[in-house]
């Protein structure tokens, strides 16, 4: 259709193609390639990039061959045209354009048209997982976030829980009991992500997001309300310099492969995750013990890079 103007042919859609990497194969050197070798007389198939972005070096040198529209969004008259209503000033202050939510009806309920009813979410992960530990959110409240800010959000808030317990129930059995049931919910919530990224069952980042973030606030303000001085209320907890805050660096690719392989051999042999590489240098030293060479000695290797040495313990 786009060659002739009539229905028939082929063509791709390639969406997200700034997560591909130059390194992998069908990557962005590859489409590079082909855009390269098309001629009038050859057109081949027609191929439509989806990006989010084309600040990358490799993706200005693939705009170059291609015909390249710059998605805004939409205005104003044309989502009141879509929704067939007055937009939500929530949505128009909070959306930053989404439309999905909108579409989805998120902002439909009353809650989310005045503006006086709700306390404005803080912007940034550490203000976000402060606004969870020490102040009152709505339950039901729908963040739309990136996965990988809710990500952050829950381990900040993870980090800090131990504090936050403390400064209210002290250092005893009953903050170590409320701690180890939260402890919990974390876990289940870190299975929720490794279901949803390894098996792609997308629904569950946000059921994911609302434990890690929405249960996690309705968990303390239950079972141990926050009362700290009139500033300390006034400002919405501690002052945000005192939230302790870890950062994370990763190489993605890696510890995402290292982490669907732990999660495998704990889940298919039973064993907990911490012992999950001692598990799989033992059955990598029965396959060499029975002939085993090659790829299954390079194999070994990668498990014992993953082992911890732990020191004995002193007398």
């Given at each position: 259709m786009m060659e002739t103007g009539k229905k028939g042919g082929l063509g791709v859609i390639l969406d997200e193609i700034d997560g591909l990497s130059s390194g992998e194969k069908g990557g962005l050197q590859?489409?590079?390639?082909?855009?390269?070798?098309?001629?009038?007389?050859?057109?081949?198939?027609?191929?439509?990039?989806?990006?989010?972005?084309?600040?990358?070096?490799?993706?200005?040198?693939?705009?170059?061959?291609?015909?390249?529209?710059?998605?805004?969004?939409?205005?104003?008259?044309?989502v009141r045209a879509l929704i067939g209503k007055e937009v939500p000033?929530?949505?128009?202050?909070?959306?930053?354009?989404?439309?999905?939510?909108?579409?989805?009806?998120?902002?439909?309920?009353?809650?989310?048209v005045d503006d006086d009813c709700q306390e404005p979410i803080p912007e940034g992960v550490v203000p976000l997982a402060k606004?969870?530990?020490?102040?009152?959110?709505?339950?039901?409240?729908?963040?739309?976030?990136?996965?990988?800010?809710?990500?952050?959000?829950?381990?900040?808030?993870?980090?800090?829980?131990?504090?936050?317990?403390?400064?209210?129930?002290?250092?005893?059995?009953?903050?170590?009991?409320?701690?180890?049931?939260?402890?919990?919910?974390?876990?289940?919530?870190?299975?929720?992500?490794?279901?949803?990224f390894f098996y792609q069952t997308w629904r569950l980042l946000g059921l994911s997001q609302d434990v890690k973030i929405n249960t996690m606030n309705l968990f303390l303000n239950k079972y141990a309300p926050y009362h700290g001085s009139a500033a300390e209320k006034k400002n919405g907890g501690p002052p945000a310099g005192d939230i302790r805050y870890t950062p994370v660096l990763t190489k993605q690719s890696a510890l995402f492969n290292a982490w669907k392989l732990l999660c495998e051999i704990s889940d298919t042999q039973g064993v907990p995750i911490r012992l999950t590489p001692a598990a799989l240098l033992m059955s990598a030293n029965v396959e060499a013990a029975n002939g085993g060479g090659g790829k299954k000695q390079d194999k070994k290797k990668k498990v014992e890079s993953m082992l911890i040495t732990l020191e004995p313990r002193q007398a």
């Open positions: 590859s489409l590079l390639a082909y855009l390269r070798e098309w001629k009038p007389s050859n057109p081949g198939v027609p191929v439509i990039f989806i990006s989010n972005t084309i600040q990358q070096r490799m993706l200005q040198m693939i705009s170059r061959y291609c015909l390249t529209f710059k998605v805004t969004n939409a205005d104003e008259g044309q000033n929530q949505w128009k202050q909070f959306a930053l354009g989404d439309l999905r939510p909108l579409l989805r009806g998120e902002y439909n309920e009353e809650r989310y606004w969870c530990l020490y102040s009152e959110m709505d339950p039901f409240l729908t963040l739309e976030m990136e996965n990988n800010d809710s990500n952050l959000a829950g381990l900040v808030i993870a980090e800090n829980i131990p504090d936050r317990l403390e400064c209210v129930k002290g250092d005893t059995r009953e903050a170590w009991d409320l701690y180890l049931k939260m402890f919990k919910c974390i876990q289940e919530s870190d299975y929720a992500d490794y279901w949803a």
